[in-house]
C-alpha cells in the first residue's frame, strides 16, 4: 500500500511569488491535514479537507489556502510569499477524524 | 481550552536507562491520545495510541500511562537506545476534530 506521497520534495521560491504543494493520501482515506513545521518548533496546523471540505481551519493568514479533489488529493497554496513561509510543509492522511495520520515526507519550502 | 501542554522540551539520557515525556489536556472531549515519532528530514510516525478507557498502553519498550483525573498522559521509553533518538509529539483528538499537538521533545540517548 503506497504511503502519503508529497510533491516536490523541495522548492525555492522568490519573495513575492506564489507556490502549490500537491499531497496524495493513502488509498481510501478521506482526511487530508496541512502543517508548517519550522526548525525548533512543533506542528502547526493549517488546516483539514475531508470529502472535498474543509472541515477544520488553523490560525494562519488569508495567503494559505488550500482545495481537495474528488479522488481526496489536495493542493496548498500559498501567495505573496514571505521569507517567514520557508518550512517543512506536511501532509498527513487518515480515513476518519480519530484514527492514526500518516504523514508524508514534507515539501521543504526556502524563500529568499 | 484545545492546548495540549508537552514537557521537557529537551531530554538526555543515557543508554539503558527510561526516557518520560509528559502532556496535559484541558478537554475533556478528547478521546484520542497518540505520540508520534520524527527524525530529521522524515514526517512524524505514529508510535502508539491510547483512549480513556484504559489507563496504561504498552507495546514493546513503549508505553503510555493515561491519568484522565488529571488530564495527563506520558510516553515511558524503557532501556532506551540511540536509535531512539529523535523528537517526540504528543498529540489529542475527538470525533471530527484536527489533532491538537503538543509543541515536541527532543529526545538524545547517549551511549
Known amino acids: 500500500k503506497a504511503g502519503v506521497t508529497q510533491t516536490p520534495r523541495y522548492l525555492i521560491k522568490t519573495r513575492g511569488q506564489q507556490v502549490t504543494l500537491s499531497c496524495s493520501p493513502i488509498?481510501?482515506?478521506?482526511?487530508v491535514s496541512w502543517y508548517q513545521q519550522t526548525p525548533g518548533q512543533g506542528l502547526q496546523f493549517l488546516f483539514e479537507?475531508?470529502?472535498?471540505?474543509?472541515?477544520n481551519k488553523g490560525n494562519f493568514p488569508g495567503r494559505f489556502s488550500g482545495r481537495q479533489f474528488s479522488n481526496s488529493r489536495s493542493e496548498m497554496n500559498v501567495s505573496t510569499l514571505e521569507l517567514g513561509d520557508s518550512a517543512l510543509y506536511l501532509c498527513?492522511?487518515?480515513?476518519?477524524?480519530?484514527?492514526?495520520?500518516?504523514f508524508g515526507q514534507g515539501t521543504r519550502l526556502t524563500v529568499v | 481550552q484545545q492546548q495540549v501542554k508537552q514537557s521537557p522540551q529537551s531530554l538526555i539520557v543515557q543508554k539503558g536507562g527510561i526516557s518520560i515525556i509528559n502532556c496535559a489536556y484541558e478537554?475533556?472531549?478528547?478521546?484520542?491520545f497518540p505520540w508520534y515519532q520524527q527524525f530529521p528530514g522524515k514526517g512524524p510516525a505514529l508510535l502508539i495510541a491510547?483512549?480513556?478507557d484504559v489507563s496504561e498502553k504498552k507495546e514493546g519498550r513503549f508505553t503510555i500511562s493515561f491519568n484522565k483525573s488529571a488530564k495527563q498522559f506520558s510516553l515511558h521509553i524503557m532501556d532506551s537506545q540511540p536509535g531512539d533518538s529523535a523528537t517526540y509529539f504528543c498529540?489529542?483528538?475527538?470525533?471530527?476534530?484536527?489533532?491538537?499537538w503538543g509543541a515536541g521533545t527532543k529526545l538524545i540517548i547517549k551511549p
Open positions: 498527513a492522511s487518515r480515513p476518519t477524524a480519530d484514527t492514526e495520520a500518516f
Open positions: 488509498s481510501g482515506h478521506r482526511s
Open positions: 479537507y475531508f470529502s472535498e471540505t474543509q472541515r
Open positions: 478537554n475533556t472531549a478528547f478521546d484520542y
Open positions: 491510547i483512549r480513556p
Open positions: 498529540a489529542a483528538s475527538y470525533s471530527n476534530y484536527q489533532l491538537i
